[in-house]
């Protein structure tokens, strides 16, 4: 596929517990459209980074990418409405355009993806049930793009790229008018 490049860039911003299935999707996503990709637990698990020095990096690795002005995916600190709001200024501010993909999957099957033993980053009950109690799910005013962490890929990536498609300003938008059947039921 060819790189995602609208009009304007996008800052991609994963939301979510852990174990959702933000990961998966954003991997996948980057790949699929050759767009940088910040995953702080990536960045700790190659360069055997502390949790300081992985923030350090992860945010001079961000801001680097923002001078590009290319469409990009930040699985960064995201649990609280605080953390968002800052990442969403600095994004803002570089002349990007926000957009919250908040990954939804029920905290029991999450819980179950991100204890895994045998994955890299699996995590301590604790330490999950800990995230949980910090998460702030996105408000109406965030205007988050709610995708399944149960659902295939091509379902949840047709859900975010509808989103952006919808956002380019420079396509003009007409409306046709909706055929109807016999009963008045707008076909959509």
């Known amino acids: 596929m060819k790189p995602l490049t609208p009009t304007t860039p996008h800052v991609i911003i994963m939301v979510g517990i852990p174990g959702a299935g933000k990961t998966t999707f954003a991997a996948h996503f980057a790949k699929t459209f050759h767009a940088p990709y910040i995953n702080p637990l990536e960045i700790a698990e190659q360069a055997k980074l502390s949790a300081a020095a992985t923030v350090k990096v992860t945010e001079v690795l961000f801001n680097e990418l923002l001078k590009t002005n290319q469409t990009l995916i930040y699985e960064g600190p995201t649990y609280t409405k605080i953390q968002r709001l800052a990442v969403l200024k600095k994004v803002v501010s570089a002349g990007y355009k926000p957009l919250l993909v908040w990954v939804q999957t029920e905290s029991v099957e999450a ?8 994955l ?5 009950t604790d330490v999950f049930d800990a995230a949980i109690k910090r998460f702030q799910p996105p408000t109406a005013v965030e205007k ?9 890929y091509a379902t949840q990536v047709k859900a975010v790229l509808k989103h952006l498609a919808g956002a380019r300003t420079d396509v003009p938008i007409i ?10 039921i707008v076909v959509r």
């Open 111 to 118: 819980k179950r993806r991100a204890t895994k033993k045998q």
């Open 120 to 124: 890299p980053g699996g995590m301590s």
């Open 144 to 152: 988050a793009v709610v995708i399944s962490g149960k659902h295939t």
């Open 175 to 184: 409306d046709k008018p909706r055929p109807t059947t016999g009963r008045n």
